[in-house]
């Protein structure tokens, strides 16, 4: 079973930036997609960015474009989430997940990270 591993969250002031990092434990795990989701407190969680792994296509949610981006390492077996003008909307605790080859859902998470934006 890949384990996958977050880290990066914080305590951010809203304007502010944060980086989050996702690896996933073993190097040979076939995956055709890794993302991000998020839950913020009361809420579901919800997609928030993700990457094809082989091609590289992302796709993110509409209150995150233009601010975060999503990005790979495959040397590194890693996943990259780059939060730009974060705002307070956006504290939430965030997962990493990955789409197994043959899967037809998110298959894997990461325990979460916790982001916090403060005003």
């Known amino acids: 079973q890949v384990q996958l591993a977050e880290s990066g969250g914080g305590l951010v002031q809203a304007g502010g930036s944060l980086r989050l990092s996702c690896a996933a434990s073993?190097?040979?795990?076939?995956?055709?997609?890794m993302g991000w989701f998020r839950q913020a407190p009361g809420k579901d969680r919800s997609f928030v960015a993700s990457?094809?792994?082989?091609?590289?296509?992302?796709y993110y949610a509409d209150d995150v474009k233009g601010r975060f981006t999503i990005s790979r390492d495959k040397g590194l077996n890693s996943v990259y989430l780059q939060m730009n003008s974060l705002q307070t909307e956006d504290t939430a605790i965030y997962y990493c997940?990955?789409?197994?080859?043959?899967?037809?859902?998110?298959?894997?998470w990461g325990q979460g990270t916790q982001v916090t934006v403060s005003s």
């Open positions: 073993d190097p040979t795990f076939a995956r055709l997609a």
């Open positions: 990457m094809r792994w082989s091609g590289g296509s992302t």
């Open positions: 997940a990955a789409q197994q080859v043959g899967a037809t859902r998110w298959n894997h």
